[in-house]
């Protein structure tokens, strides 16, 4: 790994967005990746993202399952709902598109610029997809009770999230 390569301290509303990116199925890769690391980063960051109910074989069913369960969504906001997880299922599809499409390339026939190029596309595929979440999300989260806004609250920002280190 270069030496040029540093982690980024973030803030409590970026950890937000990746736990959301994580629900979504996308990545957000914290090292540019190769063409053949790109679906074992994509697997891995977002089974450490979901936490503690995310299994190894989940899929963005299950995602999308457990998320309804857990902001305790009525029969009155299903067509809502309906368009959150069709988000979820698009999002997870073009991310799947987009690692099938980047294993043509051996890693040790990349040069570090198409390493880089490779990890641009992925970064965009995951603002590309919050956007498509978020715009549905907030429709979503307009038509929730007070009590359920509360509770997705408090879903979103604890999905995903490590202690954060201390220093001291």
């Known amino acids: 790994m270069s030496s040029f390569i540093h982690p980024i301290a973030v803030s409590g509303p970026i950890v937000r967005s990746v ?10 890769l914290a090292t540019p990746l190769s063409a053949a690391r790109a679906q074992q980063a994509v697997a891995a960051q977002n089974q450490a993202a979901t936490g503690a109910a995310e299994t190894k ?4 069913e299950q995602r999308i399952t457990d998320l309804h369960a857990a902001l305790k969504i009525t029969p009155a906001q299903d067509a809502q709902w309906n368009a959150v997880a069709q ?5 997870a599809a073009n991310m799947d598109k987009l690692v099938a499409s980047n294993r043509t390339t051996p890693p040790q026939n990349m040069t570090a610029v198409e390493d880089l190029k490779t990890y641009q596309k992925f970064a965009q595929a995951h603002v590309d997809g919050l956007k498509n979440l978020i715009s549905s999300f907030g429709t979503l989260y307009d038509a929730m009770t ?5 509770n997705a609250d408090q ?10 280190p201390s220093h001291g």
């Not at 074989?57 to 963005?60: A, K, N, S």
């Not at 007070?146 to 509360?150: G, N, R, S, V």
Request: net charge positive; aromatic share 2%.
């Open 146 to 150: 007070d009590t359920q806004k509360k």
């Open 57 to 60: 074989g989940e899929t963005v």
């Open 19 to 28: 736990a959301i990116a994580a629900l979504m199925g996308a990545t957000m």
């Open 87 to 91: 988000a979820m299922r698009q999002n």
């Open 155 to 164: 879903v979103f920002q604890t999905s995903g999230r490590e202690p954060a």
